[in-house]
């Protein structure tokens, strides 16, 4: 018998083509708001215009007056039900709806629940609200200052602005390798706010049923099981009660994980109201408002030996979190994995400090396409090596490849403590010098100059820690970070598959698949995926930081050979021998020494309902929870070249290639979308997403004709190369790959253009890095700050 | 069969405007009693239940309700309904028959040209107006064309060549036929 072609059954390595495709290029994607419910109202939301203020006083009777008003909440019918505040995922409380003061521009202080979302947009716009302004606090310097406005005040015990201190690392080493060192190397920067901008806004629609005392969320969440157990603890349901659903998402990218108010107020409203309440917000109002990621002002030193090699590292991060510290991190790490920097480099010690700050701006620090942090404490690492190289005058290539850690070296314990277990750093980076042409990169930058161009070339290069758990050191508010997968064999051998991750794009419904295909033979077309429904789907944290192969598709692989444990019993009943006789290819089993007398997977899915041997019990399922014994270490290698117009500081990309080892690949096809999407983000946030805040706290760019995102036509043509290192602890050697792109990116943008114009003297610019800054650089031969302007006294 | 009319929508409050407004959707026309400032993406999506039509910015920036209006892309969310009484609308929806996928379909799903697929609608929509004015388009000029249409998700690259493998296969086509 001729074994099976693991590709044409849609196993590993397949580039599998989608088959969540199927419905969206029909136009019959499943979004929230495409759901319709009998007997629907529709919620909007009033939003505060001042970013830091005393509510005197909110008059609703108008909106009352409105015809096919059903509804109007503020934040005292929240207090009477004790629902005016809510916990966050970081310990934190949260407004639901503003009662005592607004904190942020676009705080939520009021709904409408009506008929049709247009009246209940008239009617938001008949509430009015008598405001006393105080002065507004926009970034994390000026919240330290003695005189600054308290922003919290709600909070017992909160006597400054401060959210937290947090320290990583050994200081005494640190400062004695900096006493060593022959160069020391410093660097002063500032990540800028970011929004995820995912392309389908927030919403829900709340249907409680009281009649059977069930609550029904349809939402936008990356990780519905969260929100379940949120909400049962929130509006004091028993969880069991309580059914969320998040259907298809347009998007995610960090933005889907926090739970907002408007979900909350949506609740309430269908409990009030005994009627379905659907609640979509606005472009404008999910950019105001929603998940900000980012914000962190980075400054650190390299302690140096004049041949090159890092001695130490010291870095401080002053992160501003907006009004209410509502990202998700795990429990243990105040600012996520920031101390995941400098993992790929081999240094001997390593001092992080951090502090965290309430400002006058709406939430923020969520991770945007990045795993708690790591997008800053990368930006940061590369940045820094930069400017190391630079302050050496070593090359920069040859800088990285003196402290890379070495492919013997693993499993390798950075300065911090994370163990990372294995790649090929080197063999990575010179696959990407070689791509791009370095080594006549010198000899092109000169000649270009003579003729008047500016030409640069930057390198990132970077691993990062993907996937949390393991549960002993990850959990959000402490539920600890493992995942499961849930696998039912029918008896005519196909197969329905059911994870607790959650899919926004990243084609789960297509790989997850490709893994039972590989580890039963079954063909991925015979196996169907479900996600993100409580009710059916297992209890899983979700999907960001990269965590959806690492953790829920080992479970895939895991209860797929526990499927393949029993049914190897039923073969031995059917084959009449017993177990230990048994062999396994792909897709069947067969007695050893006598290959053709065998059956395949779905002889054993039959006979499971149809010939059971004594004492084995019936049915082919299994339910598998895994928990990761270590994070997944991906690296990438990414190298970009520019051209800098002097006269207007406009940049263009000439060319980027990208070196990613993810590990096994399930479906390169996927993995390349995957990365290409992430360097686009990492080409905006370097190049144009600007979101900032005016003095006053008033946001600026909260639509797309200020927020710049990148269309088809200035968006570069990437050149991707894969070099593959299995991780070796995941089942089937898969590394997270999701955010390699736009964790890594944007250094390797923001070191070319500033290898084109460093020869003024300039040592910094602030992403992004927009034509002006660019120009002001050139022109000045001074560093460019981002920091958001302050009134002056 | 039915005897219970049961879409037909209550009478808008006193007061309160309405137009009579007819449309060609997808080779159907449709007639609506609609509210002069009711959007065109939210009669479709409301009124006719095409929710392949997406609302994303509301601004014309995404594009994620491009649908054609007389052939030509047109952002819907910025559009009245009763600014297309009396025109042609095609939406996603009218794109496959019963039987078989439209080129520019079959080429997202070859191409990997959509990941979340909250664009896609619009980005097909787009690419189909282009490539019947241009059967035989560069690549420059399909990144042009899409220009006007946002993605979040693929970078661009794969929608590019989704829409390139639709030109292609549809100029095969024209010349079997």
């Not at chain 1, 994980?257 to 909350?264: A, L």
């Not at chain 1, 940061?380 to 190391?388: K, P, T």
């Not at chain 1, 007398?597 to 149809?610: E, F, H, K, P």
Request: proline share 5%.
């Amino acid at each position: 018998m001729a074994p099976l072609d693991e590709l044409k059954i849609g196993g590993m390595g397949a580039s599998r083509r989608r088959v969540e495709d199927n419905r969206f290029i029909r136009g019959k994607g499943n979004y929230v708001d495409d759901i319709v419910l009998p007997a629907m109202l529709h919620m909007q939301i009033l939003r505060s215009p001042v970013a830091h203020a005393k509510i005197k006083s909110i008059d609703t009777s108008a909106a009352w007056e409105v015809p096919g008003v059903r509804l109007v909440l503020t934040g005292e019918t929240m207090a009477a039900r004790n629902l005016a505040w809510m916990p966050t995922l970081s310990y934190d409380t949260q407004a639901v709806l503003a009662t005592d003061k607004v904190r942020f521009q676009g705080q939520e202080v009021a709904a409408v629940i009506a008929d049709d979302p247009y009246i209940a947009q008239d009617a938001c716009d008949k509430i009015v609200v008598e405001y006393e302004q105080l002065p507004a606090i926009v970034n994390p310097i000026q919240a330290q200052k003695a005189d600054a406005p308290l922003i919290r005040d709600d909070k017992e015990n909160q006597a400054t602005n401060k959210i937290f201190d947090w320290e990583i690392g050994d200081k005494t080493a640190t400062d004695q390798a900096f006493a060593d060192a022959d160069v020391v190397s410093k660097l002063d920067l500032h990540y800028p706010r970011s929004h995820p901008s995912p392309l389908e806004n927030c919403g829900s629609i709340a249907d409680y049923d009281r009649a059977t005392g069930k609550l029904t969320v349809y939402m936008t969440s990356q990780a519905p099981h969260i929100v379940r157990a949120a909400v049962a603890m929130v509006a004091e349901l028993p969880e069991h009660m309580v059914r969320i659903v998040s259907p298809d998402l347009g998007g995610g990218f960090g933005n889907k994980v926090p739970i907002y108010p408007g979900y909350v107020v949506s609740i309430l409203a269908s409990i009030l109201t005994e009627r379905p309440v659907k609640w979509i917000e606005s472009n404008s109002e999910n950019l105001i408002s929603t998940g900000f990621g980012r914000d962190v002002y980075l400054e650190g030193e390299l302690a140096l030996r004049k041949d090159g090699k890092i001695l130490g590292m010291r870095m401080k991060t002053i992160s501003d979190h907006g009004a209410f510290y509502a990202d998700a991190q795990p429990t243990k790490f105040k600012i996520g994995l920031m101390h995941s920097t400098f993992a790929c480099y081999d240094i001997p010690t390593a001092h992080l400090v951090s502090e965290g700050f309430y400002t006058n701006k709406a939430p923020g620090g969520v991770a945007y396409r990045c795993s708690f942090r790591v997008t800053e404490a990368m930006f940061f690492q590369e940045r820094m090596v930069h400017a190391a190289a630079n302050d050496l005058g070593m090359d920069q290539a040859e800088f990285r490849k003196v402290n890379l850690v070495g492919d013997d070296m693993f499993p390798y314990r950075t300065a911090f403590g994370f163990l990372t277990d294995s790649g090929q750093y080197q063999k990575c980076l010179d696959v990407g010098l070689k791509a791009i042409g370095y080594d006549t990169f010198k000899q092109e930058q000169e000649e270009a100059r003579k003729r008047g161009k500016l030409l640069g070339i930057g390198i990132s290069t970077m691993t990062e820690p993907l996937g949390a758990g393991n549960s002993r050191e990850y959990d959000i508010i402490g539920i600890k970070m493992f995942d499961s997968a849930e696998l039912r064999v029918h008896m005519t051998g196909k197969a329905l598959l059911r994870t607790g991750a959650k899919s926004q794009g990243q084609g789960h419904e297509t790989t997850w698949s490709q893994i039972v295909a590989h580890e039963l033979g079954i063909p991925a077309d015979d196996i169907v995926v479900e996600e993100g429904d409580t009710d059916s789907a297992p209890f899983g944290m979700g999907t960001y930081a990269s965590r959806s192969t690492p953790v829920a598709g080992a479970a895939v692989a895991m209860v797929s050979r526990k499927i393949r444990a029993k049914a190897r019993k039923i073969a031995a009943h059917l084959l009449e021998v017993s177990e230990e006789d048994i062999e396994w290819e792909l897709g069947r089993f067969y007695v050893r020494g006598n290959e053709e007398r065998g059956v395949t997977i779905q002889d054993c899915a039959l006979a499971a309902y149809s010939n059971i041997p004594d004492g084995l019990e019936p049915g082919l399922e299994n339910t598998a929870y895994y928990d990761p014994p270590n994070l997944t270490w991906p690296f990438a290698a990414y190298l970009c070249k520019v051209e800098v117009d002097a006269e207007s500081g406009v940049w263009d990309v000439l060319n980027f290639v990208a070196v990613d080892d993810c590990g096994v690949r399930i479906n390169p096809m996927i993995v390349e979308g995957q990365v290409m999407g992430g360097l686009t983000e990492a080409y905006a946030m370097a190049n144009m997403q600007y979101i900032t805040f005016d003095e006053e706290g008033n946001c600026i760019g909260a639509n797309y004709m200020d927020y710049l995102l990148p269309t088809a036509w200035e968006t570069p043509g990437f050149e991707l190369h894969e070099v593959v290192t299995p991780c070796p602890h995941h089942p089937i050697g898969a590394k997270g790959v999701g955010e390699c792109a736009t964790v890594a990116g944007p250094a390797a943008f923001v070191n070319a253009v500033m290898s084109a114009i460093e020869h003024t003297g300039v040592r910094n610019v602030d992403m992004p890095l927009m034509p002006n800054r660019v120009y002001e650089a050139l022109k000045t031969g001074k560093d460019v700050s981002g920091m958001p302007p302050v009134l002056s006294d | 069969m039915s005897s219970l009319y049961d879409v037909i929508p209550p009478a808008p409050p006193k007061g309160v405007p309405t137009r009579r407004t007819t449309m060609n959707v997808n080779g159907t026309s449709q007639t609506m009693e609609v509210e002069p400032r009711l959007l065109l993406a939210d009669a479709l999506r409301q009124a006719l239940g095409l929710t392949g039509t997406h609302k994303g910015c509301d601004t014309s920036n995404c594009g994620a309700c491009t649908v054609l209006f007389d052939g030509r892309p047109a952002k819907s969310c910025t559009m009245l309904a009763v600014q297309a009484d009396g025109h042609n609308v095609e939406t996603v929806e009218g794109l496959a028959n019963a039987s078989e996928l439209h080129p520019i379909q079959e080429g997202f799903k070859q191409e990997h040209g959509l990941q979340c697929g909250y664009c896609t609608p619009g980005m097909m929509m787009t690419a189909k107006a282009l490539l019947e004015r241009n059967p035989n388009p560069t690549e420059d000029e399909v990144r042009w064309a899409l220009s006007g249409n946002l993605c979040r998700c693929t970078g661009y690259q794969n929608i590019v060549k989704s829409v390139l493998w639709a030109a292609n296969k549809m100029r095969e086509q024209d010349q079997e036929a």
